[in-house]
């Protein structure tokens, strides 16, 4: 195998082994061989990180890399951003499981990127139900392609100069923003915007929306917070402190004093409680005043944040009984309750660093607990 000049980072977490198969079978197929990867798992529960572990290990070419981030919500760029410190070779690409590769594509890919440029491919999306990109028609890939500013499946960047930046801004977390931020920084900087659309495709495989990686942090609340700092900062090259792309082992986790890191059962007894009660108008209040005034390295453990979730079958139903209400002209609709704890929660740890040293949210056999350790 010859030296590698591309170094290929994945950010995962709680997905399906298969998916992760596909994709890496996908670059195995591939006519150049010059590249490794790095597949950084952030904070998988056991079980699906050994079944991942199992899949990955399966190819030369690739590296697992596991970062205890449990109870942390999803942060891909945070999870990009390890990769991206740990590689060694001159140019990085950035993608998900989700993709399959044709078998030309890093070969088109390489011999677009200059060292200057920001090189991009958008996906076709497949269908659901399909996984073989080789039994789409080309009427279907023409049906099924992505505008080109569809950029987070496939960013490839020259390594100084994402260095240079500090990576992904690790503001963003759940979903949204990060591939369209880094790209309009690069540019900025004075890297080119190309795209090998046409020359090359790639295939987004379907799958359905993934809450359970979203620590029960409600979406829409979430996006728009997003979009806010987007909007705010698109124009400040340099967001993340030095520490950007910090690997976070078991060993750094001060939460784990208080959680069990096997069973996830919180130790109560080393923790001052807290009932968040959705009702009360003053529980943010009294949370917030709660933590400020704890001792430095004690915790609280706050009670009342189970995030409902709803599946398929029950929107159907909410959905039919809405339209049946909407006949009868009652003016009135049934919604899916929200527990905005998390999202609040979220935000806050993220702009308080000074008072929140670790936190866990939603432990517990029931998900029904958060534990935040003063800084």
């Not at 960013?155 to 923003?177: H, K, N, S, T």
């Not at 001052?272 to 003053?282: A, I, K, L, Q």
Request: charged share 25%; hydrophobic share 40%.
């Amino acid at each position: 195998m010859s030296a590698a000049t591309l170094t290929i980072i994945f950010g995962y977490r709680n997905r399906e082994p298969e998916r992760v198969d596909r994709c890496l079978a996908s670059l195995a197929a591939q006519t150049r061989k010059d590249f490794v990867v790095l597949f950084v798992d952030y904070g998988s529960w056991p079980q699906q990180a050994a079944a991942a572990k199992a899949v990955v290990e399966k190819y030369p070419f690739a590296r697992y890399i596991y970062t205890d981030t449990r109870g942390w919500p999803w942060n891909r760029s945070h999870a990009l951003n390890i990769g991206i410190r740990m590689a060694r070779t001159s140019t990085v690409l950035t993608t998900d499981v989700d993709i399959v590769f044709s078998k030309g594509f890093l070969g088109a890919l390489l011999g677009e990127q200059d060292g200057q440029s920001i090189v991009h491919c958008a996906p076709v999306l497949m269908p659901k139900g399909m996984s073989d990109y080789t039994q789409l028609t080309s009427a279907q890939i023409i049906a099924h392609s992505t505008a080109r500013t569809h950029r987070g499946t496939c960013q490839c960047f020259p390594l100084p100069a994402i260095v240079q930046v500090r990576g992904f801004d690790e503001y963003y977390r759940v979903w949204g923003r990060e591939d369209e931020d880094l790209a309009q920084r690069l540019i900025h900087f004075g890297l080119a915007d190309r795209w090998i659309n046409g020359k090359v495709t790639i295939y987004h495989v379907w799958h359905p929306v993934d809450a359970k990686r979203h620590s029960g942090i409600e979406w829409a609340l979430n996006w728009a917070r997003m979009a806010e700092h987007y909007e705010i900062n698109k124009l400040n090259l340099i967001r993340n402190s030095d520490k950007w792309g910090r690997y976070i082992s078991s060993e750094d986790r001060q939460v784990y004093r208080f959680v069990d890191s096997l069973s996830l059962e919180t130790r109560l007894s080393l923790c001052h409680e807290y009932r968040y009660d959705p009702n009360d108008s003053d529980a943010f209040t009294g949370l917030f005043e709660m933590l400020c005034n704890l001792p430095r390295g004690e915790a609280m453990a706050v009670t009342g944040c189970k995030f409902p979730r709803i599946n398929a079958r029950n929107r159907c139903i909410q959905d039919a009984i809405n339209k049946g209400m909407e006949a009868l002209g009652m003016g009135v609709r049934l919604e899916y309750p929200v527990n905005y704890l998390h999202a609040i929660l979220n935000d806050y740890i993220c702009k308080h660093a000074e008072v929140v040293a670790d936190y866990f949210l939603g432990c517990g056999r029931d998900e029904d607990l958060t534990v935040l350790v003063r800084a």
